[in-house]
C-alpha cells in the first residue's frame, strides 16, 4: 500500500533544477512526524538526501546534495517539497519520500512510511 506520492521527476539538463513534492495518500501528514528524502541509482545503494523535523528546527543534507537541494513545506497544501538546484550528472535517481514519527528513524532509513518514488534524470 503506497501510503505517500511523490511527483515532479523528470528530465533537466544539467545545471538546472527540478521540484520535487511528496502528498500523503487518502491522509495528512502525522502531527510532528519528520520527513525525508532518499534516492537510489541503479546499482547503487539507496542514498540519504535529506530529513527536517521541523518541530524539533532539524534539518540535516546529505554531503553530496549539501549547498543545491532545499527541504520545504506548504502546510495549507499538505506537501513537502525537495527543490534540487544545479543538477549534476551523478545525481539521476529514483527519488523517495519518507516519513515516521521518530527522526532517527528517517535518518537511519527506516521510516515507516515510503513512496513509490520519482524518477530524476539529468541530461548533460
Known amino acids: 500500500q503506497v501510503q505517500l506520492v511523490e511527483s515532479g521527476g523528470g528530465l533537466v539538463q544539467a545545471g538546472g533544477s527540478l521540484r520535487l513534492s511528496c502528498v500523503p495518500s487518502?491522509?495528512?501528514?502525522?502531527?510532528?512526524?519528520?520527513k525525508g528524502w532518499f534516492r537510489q541509482a541503479p546499482g547503487k545503494e539507496r542514498e540519504f538526501v535529506g530529513a527536517?523535523?521541523?518541530?524539533?528546527?532539524?534539518?540535516l543534507y546529505g554531503d553530496s546534495v549539501k549547498g543545491r537541494f532545499i527541504i520545504s513545506r506548504d502546510n495549507v497544501k499538505n506537501t513537502v517539497y525537495l527543490q534540487m538546484n544545479s543538477l549534476k550528472p551523478e545525481d539521476p535517481a529514483v527519488y523517495y519520500c519518507?516519513?515516521?514519527?521518530?527522526?532517527?528513524?528517517?535518518?537511519?532509513?527506516?521510516?515507516?512510511?515510503w513512496g513509490q518514488g520519482s524518477q530524476v534524470t539529468v541530461s548533460s
Open positions: 487518502g491522509r495528512t501528514f502525522l502531527s510532528y512526524s519528520s
Open positions: 519518507a516519513e515516521d514519527r521518530v527522526f532517527e528513524n528517517i535518518r537511519n532509513g527506516r521510516a515507516e512510511y
Open positions: 527536517v523535523s521541523w518541530n524539533r528546527g532539524i534539518i
